[in-house]
């Protein structure tokens, strides 16, 4: 299992995916918005999205899980 | 007598004998001997010291022989430039930093600061050498001493190809550049064994004191390197931009005809960055298009990969290059970037090296997590080591520069010599929508429709401030230019400060935020 965490702290502005798609390297799974930029975070690997732990809108620290893949 | 000064210094060349090189090869590493080899040009080194030897008595030392004092010492040409080395033996009883030892260390730093060359120490050494007592820790003040002095004199690059732990590693992080082999060096102010007993903590070597603990977590190794013999390449490279010694006439000795016209327009560059402020992009790609043949020696990079710094060529001229960089955390700057940017500032300043600063910044990161860490203290590093800088110093704002981190990362009257600005520039007191939201905050609360009138507010906050031509008006910034000509601009604007001088009065030195 790999869990996605937040690279900084922000407000979570997209979720790109679901919980049982495919993703594969490189694809965007959220969008993070913080210090008036928006951040793309990418899959590190070809993989499933096990879990998402994060709703549109919520804020985020640096660190925190937003999502696990398989 | 000729065959007594044969054998005797057959034997010191000999290092650590057969069995201990076999298992220094073993771990992938080259001997002390070899990296001097390969690391100087053919048939200039000279050795100074071979005969030096240790005069401990206790625990059976007066039989013991260590070869060099287990530190070759001693200077070659590298490129033709000379370079002083002192490279551990850990074939010869660990390398281990005796009294001895320690005086070849530091009597070589000396003499490079003395003759105004580089020191580049290649460490590989078990530790202390217990056996010798009090006189192996006062080595380490006489090692720590040499090395102080001569910094900001001479460049001083640490190469870490083997073990560096306990105090000794203050010597490493105190050199202006430190180098990690990647399976090879550890560097910690304490190994494992000594960290369990201490404080009960269960760590291995590797995850203590290794590339990952040093090059990302501590930002105290610049460059990760994969091997020695990757690693002494890396230096030469690194040697290429820096010049001898502090001297402010020895840089010219660092240009290079690089066949790169100093005033190629590149196209590309005019769409390359995305107009909405939001959107991030690497930086990268703009620093590879503007400096000679796309050749940046990046330093840090996996340390506060917010902002970038390294080593590049302008007209064939080595230039300190400091960019945001917003496809990390935004490019807006934290304590760890500001640590970083605020001492590659000073190095550059100390050798004379001009410095050229890319803003696209939003600020200086806020919230909990950075306030309480002291960014204000941090962030004024930057502030400190900029405006203290007499270097030409030359800024282009690509897309943002809002806030405190317009002056931290040098504008015109933070001590840029010429400021340049893309007609996509936003340079201002903070971003529109902030502006709006409180300037306006009663007006929106009480409005019918607060989100219409919100919105109005931020869009003509934006056509009033969020431009390039504010601050060109006031002369903040010397042009507006076209992303296409910035490398010429950037040219023009190094030829004309070429030898710029500037004179304060005395004072001991600036109060700078430690």
Request: charged share 25%; with cysteine.
């Amino acid at each position: 299992m790999t869990t996605i965490v937040s690279p900084m702290p922000g407000k979570v502005t997209d979720i790109k995916v679901k919980v049982g798609e495919e993703v594969t390297e490189g694809q965007e799974l959220l969008i993070i918005e913080a210090m008036k930029m928006q951040m793309p975070v990418k899959s590190p690997q070809n993989s499933k999205v096990s879990d998402i732990k994060v709703e549109i809108g919520q804020g985020i620290k640096k660190g925190d899980v937003m999502i696990e893949l398989e | 007598m000729l065959d007594e000064y044969k054998q005797k210094r057959e034997k010191v060349k000999q290092m650590g004998g057969p069995k201990a090189v076999a298992q220094q090869h073993k771990r992938g590493s080259w001997t002390a001997r070899e990296r001097i080899e390969y690391f100087f040009d053919p048939g200039t080194f000279t050795e100074i010291g071979l005969f030096v030897k240790h005069r401990t008595t206790a625990f059976g030392m007066d039989k013991r022989e260590i070869p060099a004092e287990g530190v070759i010492t001693g200077f070659g040409k590298v490129n033709g430039r000379l370079v002083m080395v002192a490279a551990e033996d850990y074939t010869t009883m660990a390398g281990t930093f005796g009294e001895y030892h320690g005086k070849k260390f530091s009597q070589a730093i000396d003499l490079a600061k003395d003759m105004g060359i580089p020191f580049v120490g290649m460490n590989d050494s078990g530790g202390a050498r217990l056996q010798e007592g009090m006189d192996t820790l006062q080595c380490y003040a006489w090692l720590f001493t040499s090395q102080v002095l001569a910094s900001g004199i001479i460049p001083q690059i640490a190469l870490l190809m083997g073990p560096c732990l306990g105090g000794q590693a203050y010597h490493p992080v105190m050199q202006d550049f430190v180098f990690q082999c990647r399976e090879t060096g550890r560097m910690g102010i304490a190994g494992p064994a000594f960290v369990k007993t201490q404080t009960g903590e269960d760590i291995d070597i590797d995850t203590l004191c290794g590339v990952e603990a040093h090059a990302v977590k501590s930002g105290e190794t610049h460059l990760v390197v994969e091997d020695d013999k990757d690693c002494l390449d890396k230096a030469k490279e690194l040697l290429s931009f820096l010049p001898a010694n502090n001297n402010k006439d020895e840089r010219k000795s660092t240009y290079q005809d690089t066949g790169d016209d100093p005033e190629r327009i590149d196209s590309e560059l005019d769409n390359l960055v995305p107009e909405e402020p939001y959107i991030a992009y690497d930086m990268h790609d703009v620093i590879m298009r503007i400096i000679d043949n796309g050749h940046f020696f990046e330093l840090l990079k996996d340390f506060a990969q917010n902002v970038l710094i390294g080593f590049a060529r302008f007209g064939g001229r080595p230039t300190g290059i400091v960019a945001s960089q917003p496809m990390c955390a935004a490019g807006a700057l934290d304590c760890d970037a500001a640590d970083k940017v605020a001492r590659f500032v000073r190095f550059c300043d100390l050798f004379n090296i001009p410095l050229v600063t890319l803003h696209d910044v939003p600020g200086y990161w806020i919230g909990s997590a950075e306030e309480w860490k002291g960014i204000l203290r941090h962030g004024a590093k930057m502030i400190y080591s900029y405006i203290d800088a007499t270097v030409p110093k030359i800024t282009v704002v690509i897309r943002k520069s809002f806030a405190g981190a317009y002056t931290g990362m040098c504008c015109k009257d933070t001590g840029a010599d010429f400021m340049f600005a893309w007609p996509i520039a936003k340079i201002c007191i903070v971003g529109a929508e902030t502006a709006a939201s409180i300037i306006f905050a009663r007006e929106i609360k009480e409005a019918e429709d607060p989100k219409a009138i919100k919105a109005q507010r931020i869009a003509e906050y934006r056509d009033l401030f969020e431009n390039p031509y504010c601050a060109a008006e006031r002369g903040f910034i010397d042009d507006v230019i076209m992303p296409s000509e910035t490398r010429k601009y950037i040219n023009r604007a190094l030829d004309m400060t070429e030898n710029k001088n500037v004179v304060r009065p005395w004072r001991k030195y600036s109060n700078i935020n430690l």
